[in-house]
């Protein structure tokens, strides 16, 4: 399931605009998955801890590390352009 399927589906709380809210719609899906940190942070390649800061908001995840956490959650990360700009 992917960010943008759970869009879909209605369970967002709004689109995400910064890092922190997509780190919180990844901890919606840890939890319906029922993965620890531990075992998260070893799917994506990263420390336990690093997987902390990010969930607390003291750090901020690169779209490389919220693609690994969604790939460890058994998702795909996609991403959709829009032009906020009419075409001429």
């Not at 908001?57 to 795909?76: D, F």
Request: hydrophobic residues 35%; aromatic residues 4%; contains cysteine.
């Amino acid at each position: 399931m992917s960010l943008a399927d759970n869009y879909r589906r209605g369970s967002h709380r709004g689109p995400c605009r910064s890092a922190l809210s997509i780190v919180q719609e990844l901890n919606l899906f840890a939890e319906e998955r029922k993965l620890s940190d531990e075992e998260i942070a070893r799917r994506a390649g990263v420390h336990p801890i690093t997987l902390s800061h990010w969930r607390r908001g003291k750090r901020s995840p690169t779209l490389q590390n919220i693609e690994a956490v969604v790939e460890a959650l058994g998702g795909r990360l996609t991403i959709e352009w829009e032009d906020e700009k009419p075409a001429e």
